[in-house]
């Protein structure tokens, strides 16, 4: 099967008219994506997207299509037999490998998580059954080793897949049956308390038991929220907290000192998304406390994320779907919190992530650590209505995905509208809050 | 002054026949550059560069091209009083920092870089006699300070400021005198052992005595190469290598090994350009011996630089001019830089990079650090006809620049010829050998 033809879509949805998703540096997110469509001579459609929050959709959609002229005319085929290849043509070109991390390796990502969702489209598989049935050698075989091998060995890596294939089986009818233990993110910073408990109750009635919300610019209105969010929920329940990398490395002990008191299970992204020894740093201030260290959503490379894994700085791993070069560099990611025992709590929100994190929760809890005892998978009620194939939940628990793929096949009549900036939403609203004029203040 | 508009020019250069600047990865670049013209309604025009090496050029076009609309209508004088304001509303942008570093960061660059020239050609100085010039306290109001205090904070800055303006006037007029020692990159992967010593010896009669080599494919030919060069220069003259990142952690330690009985003086991105525990790990390995590791040339932003500076990573602090946020961002790293007494050996070659660099080494000599005994500047006569500038070097030494501004004027002949793809230099190759589709294998 042959790829014919490449479609990007500049997707945006107006979402800062109601402040969800704000934190203390996103101030008014319009949750978008760069939607790439991979036309085929077969019948089939292979489709990606690439999150992000607004103004910069544009960038990532052009350097899309500028990589999809390395694939099309090429077989779907080949990138079954080998995906490292295009892994390898993609991320290290030999010119340009030069635009390094972000929009570059976003960028490749798109193309390759568009080429899994084909594979698994000619298989008639969730993308997570695809993954849980390839055989480990293969899983070796799609990870570029060239960096991580001091943290993790190809030999270690096949070590860990073989000892879960043997429960394999198993493992997936009860996934099947129970789903993944999912969280929520209910405390958005522009959101009153009231408005959040009203949120948390809602989902605790749908079984939920776990929350976070947003802290970070003010330590007293921070904390009198974390107590109130502790009363409301009562001790049994889940408390995490997210300041979106708002802290030098120093505030951020401070204000976390102040959060000790309410049994907290993680505090994500304290500081800067590449700050390794400062997460180091923190983990040993804090190391007596139960309270972890989360973060990933922002890693930008398997590198990041290997540093964070092996020294210990996380307790969390927060893989997120489209910031890294798509599925082989999770697998690269799972594998090693695999072997270093943090559990793997994926990235959830935005456009379709939550419609993608599914997969590769399904992977690591069936085939990688093999259980799901301590992973929780972020959940967001973002936007689902958009999506032909809805993330479907139950008792607090993503249910197994049926359909082919990824699953990220929008309405049409919902992607014509948010077109940016052509579609009917984005006419409609004033030009000051239309792409990269829009400006917030930022401290 | 207003900014009344911009032009961004893709401009490239076929170096890829001749295989110069040929690295393990970048197997044949064609030197090139995103050059962003501001005007203005004062008839100064600013300049900047950001150097890439080929494909790819157009994404960073395309998104310092978006970036422009932030600006223009802004003035010169706004800028002049609060630098640091114009860095924050572009790097924390709220929508469009969801895009990180590389491309999105370097894009900043390229905006505040134009904006400093045009503040330079304002005052009617070359740059680094505007920066020299500047008020310490100034100085430390330009730098976002956010995710660097843990390491230096900015009273300390202050302190390292207020110490070498002491001596300023007196440093200045020696450098003026002598200039900003240099070496230079003569061994390139793709020359013979003949073809280099003969650069060599050019450059020795010049009157340099510090020379780089490229290596990292073959550990047996690079030993080989390390000797010839350390017999043909003498013990007397530095000799340095640079791995281009091709190794992981431990084939760094295994290469490395071999050369430690040819007294290098540094070993240059032995590994991942992000991977700071691995160059902690590296540098404790080889304590005992007097090479160094050193990085920067890809680091892609401060944080990164913090953590390699003061953990003692690196021996060699190598900045580069357009990877990361310009000027204010540059300013951060090399007062990081000196606090921790390791000495900035700025990244040169590609484009427009010596003549860029040789401003932060003017100003790290004489106001910052406020010596020359340890510092060498990277120098590389690569394409510095195509500039109304040109670097003028004397003795190894770069002379102390003396246009306005940067010195990034290009001859206009030069950059019509080379605008990509309309340039007839570009018209006149093979469609093979024209951007994205140019490839070359990879390992």
Redesign the interface.
Known sequence: MKITGAKVIDLRVPTSDDLLGSDP??????YSSAVLHLETDGGLRGVSVVF?????T???C??IK??T??IVGTTLEEFCQAPLKLY??LI??????????????MACGAILNAMWDLWAKLEGKPLWKLLVDLEPQFVVGCID??????ALTPEEALEILDRASKKKAAREVELREVGLKAYCTAGWLGLSDEAILAAVRKLQNQGFDAFKVKVGLDCAADVARIKFMREAIGDEQSLMVDANQY????EAAEHIGYYLPFGLKWVEEP????????YL?LSKTFSGQSMQFACGE?A??P??F??LL??GAIGYCQIDAVRVAGVNDVMAIILMAAKFGVPVCPHGGGIGLCNMIQHFGMWDQIAVSGHSKTQLVEYIDFLQDSLKQPVKMKNGHYLAAHAPGWGLEFHEKFLEEHTFPSGKKWQDRPPLKRG?????E?S
Chains 1, 2 share one sequence.
């Open positions: 540096f996103h101030k008014a997110p319009d992000t929050v607004g103004a910069g544009d960038w990532l052009y350097g500028n990589l002229t390395l390898r043509r290290d070109h030999h010119q340009l490998r030069w635009l390094h991390d972000g929009v570059f390796r080793w060239r960096n991580l091998k001091d802290w030098g490395v120093r500081i800067a998304r590449d700050d390794i020894l400062g740093e922002h930008a490379s590198v990041i290997k540093q092996q020294s990269v004029h829009f400006e917030c930022t």
